[in-house]
């Protein structure tokens, strides 16, 4: 009995460790490619706003994959991220190196006062979530223009530095992409899948579910303040309408879902089809851009509702052993 | 002079009020018995603002005759779209969050839809009725204001009657507090969440004509701004409950009419957003909620 017990330990690890060496395998060649991208390819930007999704959809999974909760104004996090570095360089004159990683701060800070909104759930936290976001957008475009420049927002100054950025982006993504996968792996990661199963059973076993929850919400808004933050060195100009669109909630939801909410691969997978398409929708039908991605996210939830990794997942519970 | 601000900013509120009033009464019709929060809703009201604006200047129609072609149109494209995208839905591992992405790709459709019909620019509807404006008292009021008025108290009476006099509307009601017992009791869930989905549509376009009336301008891309107002008020009145509702968008077209008069207009709509994130925090279930958190 015990030494059956232990056969089945030692397997289920074993299956585990390689399932994460299949994961950073192919994430780790994707990055290298991407490391490769500004020598090789002359379209830069498609490959920065790749990984830019690639960070938020992975960003949101924490949050909302691994707890439940939906967070429709995630785009706050972005926005003042972008804000608080434009802010920083334009106003203040601080180097870019410095400015970013203090975005990225704000947003976890705005995380913690953003904190007593954990304790709703469901649809309510959507709702508030979103108009917080909005409350966001509406105070920042009402600063004095000295600070946050109006409606015109800021422009950074200096020349551009798509190669610097774009490697910047590569280091948000490596760091985001490394913390879900650690999280998964984590006491932490199990504790919030507990909880997201059954918050009553989890705090019976003696899961500080507040705790865990509030750990996940800062984290989930790290990465987004930082996509925000070096998004705005990379194109040098800030404004309020397009740093808080909810478009860019929308999108991240959308990207992460189609991968596989809950998975560490699916938010990888889906950012990729699906900004792929998006791309392709664009180049191809710039009218019907918005129409057809409406129309991918209705087909999205009537026949695939748990991503492309989920469904899988789903239907052949074998794969479990190489996809996380 | 301020008192006369204070009594227009209290007679507008009213008056936008009791349109946001409708708009909150048919998106809690939508999420009390399907338990979807219509993320479209807004695109819906613009939709009918266009239908009226179409009518009036192609065929020169009155608006308030485009009002009964809106609604009973918008009926019964809410009562297919139900049949059409609801059965999968149920499935789903979250139903509410799952319809809540759902209708937001509906809204980027009909958003998009609207663009290439009519393009992006601003419009209005620019029928004007004879006077142009009543004198009330010390106040001279619009008269399509007023009419907008008029027409929503009567919208809402008739709503008020459907709900508590008419056995479709009390099975509604019923459907609202006990969705399980009210199939025990051989209702027909589908057909009677087709009915609350039209409705729901139905009510958003009679709503658009009267926004066409009493807002100054509108583009296909206003849809958002009236969903957003519609997700206040509903959380105001209490979540799936239609008459709370419109007390809530009564509640709340006060505050944001009475924060014009004393804040910079563009700062007013924080006013509304606060008023949502305080009643969350002090009473979650809105004002006459009943439905329980989950």
Known sequence: ?324 | MSTLLILQGLVYGLIVGAIYALIGCSLNVLYGVLRVVNFAHGEFIIAGTFVSYVLFERLGLHPLLALPVAAVGFFAVGYALCYLLMPRLRNADDPELSSFLMMYGISLMLAATMLSLFGADARNVSYSFHPIALKLGPLFLPTARLVALGVSLVIGGLLAWFFYRTLPGKALRAAIMNPDAIQMVGVDINRLSALAFGLAAGLAGATGVLVGLVFPAFTPFSGPDYTLIGFIVIVLGGLGHPIGALLGGVLFGLAEQMATVFMPQALSPIVGFGLLIAVIFLKPSGLMGRVQLR
């Open chain 1, 1 to 324: 009995m015990a030494s059956g017990t232990m056969v089945t330990e030692v397997s289920d690890a074993r299956i585990a460790r390689a399932r994460l060496l299949i994961w950073l395998a192919g994430s780790g060649a994707l990055l290298v490619w991407l490391a490769l991208v500004p020598l090789v390819s002359p379209n830069l930007s498609f490959w920065f706003y790749l990984m830019l999704w690639v960070s938020m959809a992975s960003g949101f999974n924490i949050i909302s994959g691994f707890t439940g909760y939906l967070p429709f104004g995630y785009v706050a996090f972005y926005g003042v991220g972008a804000y608080v570095t434009a802010i920083l360089v334009r106003k203040l004159g601080w180097p870019v190196a410095v400015a970013i990683p203090l975005a990225g701060l704000a947003g976890v800070a705005l995380s913690l006062i953003f904190a007593k909104t954990l304790k709703l759930s469901g649809i309510y936290f959507a709702i508030v979530s979103l108009a917080l976001a909005i409350i966001c957008q509406i105070l920042i475009s009402n600063l004095p223009e000295k600070i946050t420049g109006g409606s015109y927002g800021i422009n950074l100054g200096g020349t551009p530095q798509p190669v610097l950025s774009f490697y910047a982006m590569l280091a948000v993504t490596v760091l985001t992409l490394g913390s879900a996968t650690a999280v998964a792996q984590s006491r932490l990661g199990m504790a919030l899948k507990a909880i997201r199963d059954d918050a009553e059973a989890a705090d019976a076993l003696g899961v500080n579910v507040p705790r865990m929850r509030l750990y996940a919400w800062m984290l989930a808004a790290l990465f987004p303040s930082l996509c925000g933050a070096v998004e705005a060195w990379y194109t040098n100009v800030v404004d309020s309408t397009t740093a808080f669109d909810t478009l860019i909630t929308a999108k991240t939801v959308i990207y992460a879902t189609m991968g596989g909410l809950g998975t560490v691969s699916g938010p990888l997978v889906g950012a990729v089809i699906l900004f792929g398409v998006d791309d392709f929708i664009w180049q191809r039908f710039p009218v019907a851009n918005l129409f057809l991605l409406g129309l991918v996210v209705v087909l999205l939830i009537q026949f695939m509702p748990r991503g492309v990794v989920g469904t899988l997942l789903r239907r052949k519970p074998l794969l479990r052993r190489y996809l996380m």
